[in-house]
């Protein structure tokens, strides 16, 4: 029976893998695809890649934008790196390999990740705590609308 209900606990999972994403940087604006170019202060941002460098899914993805969405905060953001650079990556797919469980890589919007002079909107910041409350209070709801 345990191993039942751990499974079926795997299955309804989500794993929010949160931390920052690249906003578009007037100096380097064309390392962003065209139309996915997050801004500061426009909200959280969903990272993609093709290469598969982040957990994000259509499933994961259509969640998050239903919480948000639901919850009255902007729409969110797209982050995706052109096909011809590279990029880093997160905790999002090791966790979701390892446990089986789904996930999305998210964060907010900053320019100058990884220097000194990173820097990110005040306003980014509610609107991650109101989807993060949004998340605990409605995820179970929406996912259960959703067929896979």
């Known amino acids: 029976d345990s191993p039942i209900l751990y499974d079926r606990a795997i299955q309804r999972s989500l794993v929010l893998s949160v931390d920052q994403a690249h906003a578009v940087h007037p100096n380097y604006a064309s390392k962003h695809e065209k139309n996915h170019g997050p801004v500061m202060n426009g909200g959280m941002v969903i990272k993609r890649n093709a290469n598969q460098r982040y957990a994000t899914n259509g499933v994961t993805g259509l ?12 729409p969110i953001q797209e982050f995706v790196v052109r096909n011809d650079c590279g990029c880093g990556s997160t905790i999002g797919p090791v966790i979701s ?16 990740m ?14 991650g705590l109101a989807l993060f409350r949004a998340f605990f209070n409605d995820f179970s709801a929406i996912d259960s609308m959703i067929e896979e």
């Open 63 to 74: 969640i998050i934008r239903q919480l948000a969405k639901n919850a009255g905060l902007p």
């Open 114 to 127: 990884h220097s000194i002079r990173e820097t990110m909107g005040v306003k980014d910041f509610s609107h």
């Open 97 to 112: 390999t390892a446990t089986g469980m789904r996930a999305i890589d998210m964060g907010c919007p900053q320019l100058s």
